[in-house]
Nanobody, 121 residues
């Protein structure tokens, strides 16, 4: 079984910063792309940032220049540093990873449990 555990959400004032992390554990052969999504009340879940196993990361236009996604492959962990936070960044943030659990298995998508980020004005 693969489990993604997120940490780092919380309450911050507008203009502040928060860091999120997402650690994958369990039977893991290889992790491909890692990403962060968010879902605000009454809205659909949306992609915030995604980092492939090789190549450039991509970001939602609304967070470019403020959020930075990174990964530590040795720790099977994805990170996202969020700076200059705005009230509209308030949402539940979910990590998402494409993982192959053994050499012969297909790649499956796994999700974290979500962590609340609240930005006050």
């Amino acid at each position: 079984q693969v489990q993604l555990v997120e940490s780092g959400g919380g309450l911050v004032q507008a203009g502040g910063s928060l860091g999120l992390s997402c650690a994958a554990s369990g039977s893991i052969f290889s992790i491909y792309a890692m990403g962060w999504y968010r879902q605000a009340p009454g809205k659909q879940r949306e992609l915030v940032a995604r980092i492939p196993s090789g190549g450039s990361s991509n970001y939602a236009d609304s967070v470019k220049g403020r959020f930075t996604i990174s990964r530590d492959n040795a720790k099977n962990t994805a990170y996202m540093q969020m700076n200059s936070l705005k009230p509209e960044d308030t949402a539940v943030y979910y990590c998402n990873e494409d993982i192959r659990v053994r050499r012969s298995a297909r790649v499956n998508v796994y999700w974290g449990q979500g962590t609340q980020v609240t930005v006050s004005s």
